[in-house]
């Protein structure tokens, strides 16, 4: 499980701007680490979309111990009723067999996105029903380890921002996104210690 190259030189920047930012990576020894392959990483994500992290984590234990391996070919070997009762909703399965089978259709490996300028991996992405711009960012965060991605839409930033700077339940899009800047150019790393404040146990993808 690899983990960003970057990660000592972000929270050392981190640290000098931000005294908030410092308390949480002194509280927080743990760091963001990938933990699996591409396929799986976009599965897990599809999995977490609009839900909680706790109903996202019991959704993928029951899809993983089902599938044994989360691999293109595993995923389309199951019937949609047994996924429907790991806890994916329809619309869900459609679009994780979609994308086993774009997988498997274009031979797609790890490599396929490495080397490549995240817009055009962005682009590329968006075209696939049921992947979204939050499914996007936490791709570019959790597998391709992107060093300045941040994802304003998603509510669990909103909280933390809103209750650690501003006494507010939630932070809006809009001023998060703007927020966001003073974090530049390791906004993934922000995030995710952002993420870390919230949960009992580091957010994985």
Same mark, same amino acid.
């Given at each position: 499980?690899?983990?960003?190259?970057?990660?000592?030189?972000?929270?050392? *920047?981190?640290?000098?701007? =931000?005294?908030?930012m410092a308390g949480l990576i002194v509280? *927080?020894?743990?760091?963001? %680490?990938?933990?699996?392959?591409?396929?799986?990483?976009?599965?897990?994500? !599809?999995?977490?979309?609009? !839900?909680?992290?706790?109903?996202?984590?019991?959704?993928?234990?029951? @899809?993983?111990? @089902?599938?044994?391996?989360? /691999?293109?070919?595993?995923?389309?070997?199951?019937?949609?009723?047994?996924?429907?009762?790991?806890?994916?909703?329809?619309?869900?399965?459609?679009?994780?067999?979609?994308?086993?089978?774009?997988?498997?259709?274009?031979?797609? /490996?790890?490599? *396929?996105?490495?080397?490549?300028?995240?817009? =055009?991996?962005?682009?590329?992405?968006?075209?696939? /029903?049921? !992947?979204?711009?939050? /499914?996007?960012?936490?791709?570019? !965060?959790?597998?391709?380890?992107?060093?300045?991605?941040?994802?304003?839409?998603?509510?669990? @930033?909103?909280?933390?921002?809103? %209750? @650690? *700077?501003?006494?507010?339940?939630?932070?809006?899009?809009?001023?998060?996104?703007?927020?966001?800047?003073?974090?530049?150019?390791?906004r993934t790393v922000a995030a995710?210690?952002?993420?870390?404040?919230?949960?009992?146990?580091?957010?994985?993808?």
């Amino acid at each position: 499980m690899s983990e960003p190259p970057y990660w000592d030189e972000a929270t050392a *920047y981190l640290s000098r701007r =931000d005294a908030v930012m410092a308390g949480l990576i002194v509280r *927080y020894p743990e760091r963001l %680490r990938r933990q699996g392959d591409s396929f799986r990483t976009l599965v897990r994500t !599809i999995v977490g979309q609009q !839900i909680s992290i706790k109903a996202a984590d019991r959704v993928w234990g029951r @899809l993983e111990a @089902l599938l044994g391996t989360v /691999t293109p070919t595993a995923l389309l070997a199951q019937d949609e009723a047994g996924m429907r009762q790991a806890g994916l909703s329809r619309s869900k399965v459609r679009y994780l067999c979609q994308l086993a089978h774009y997988y498997l259709d274009r031979d797609i /490996t790890d490599a *396929y996105w490495q080397g490549r300028p995240l817009t =055009d991996i962005r682009r590329e992405l968006l075209q696939l /029903t049921g !992947i979204g711009p939050w /499914t996007v960012e936490m791709f570019a !965060i959790f597998h391709l380890h992107e060093p300045d991605v941040f994802s304003p839409g998603d509510i669990g @930033l909103q909280k933390a921002v809103g %209750r @650690l *700077y501003f006494e507010k339940p939630l932070l809006p899009r809009d001023e998060l996104a703007a927020f966001s800047r003073r974090w530049q150019p390791f906004r993934t790393v922000a995030a995710w210690y952002l993420w870390r404040h919230l949960d009992p146990e580091p957010v994985c993808y």
